[in-house]
Nanobody, 114 residues
Framework: VQLQASGGGLVQAGGSMRLSCVAS????????MSWYRQAPGKQRELVAG???????NYADSVKGRFTISRDNAKNTVYLQMNSLQPEDTALYYC?????????WGQGTLVTVSS
């Protein structure tokens, strides 16, 4: 199982960005996918998750600003981030829960300037 995240970069506060995570080596449609983030000096935290039947959940800090979605035909999960704030600056990781085992992709850095 491999997860490849992309889409990070530098954006000004108030801007938008979309992260993508492509999965391989799994039956993508049956697993749950999540995005986590880790800011400097802080613990990794759950940002958003989506189940195989497209149920979603979000951290309170991103509700109404971020949207997680998936395209099973492309084995890809997305994180649309709007109204970005400096406190959203972090390494963002995608995670797959596949047959009760968690898999991590490499992080993609999101930097929001004030």
């Amino acid at each position: 199982v491999q997860l490849q995240a992309s889409g990070g970069g530098l954006v000004q506060a108030g801007g938008s960005m979309r992260l993508s995570c492509v999965a391989s080596g799994m039956i993508f449609s049956i697993n749950a996918m999540s995005w986590y983030r880790q800011a400097p000096g802080k613990q990794r935290e759950l940002v958003a998750g989506i189940t195989s039947d497209n149920s979603t959940n979000y951290a309170d800090s991103v509700k109404g600003r971020f949207t997680i979605s998936r395209d099973n035909a492309k084995n890809t999960v997305y994180l649309q981030m709007n109204s970005l704030q400096p406190e959203d600056t972090a390494l963002y990781y995608c995670n797959a829960l596949y047959y009760l085992r968690g898999y991590w992709g490499q992080g993609t850095l999101v930097t929001v300037s004030s």
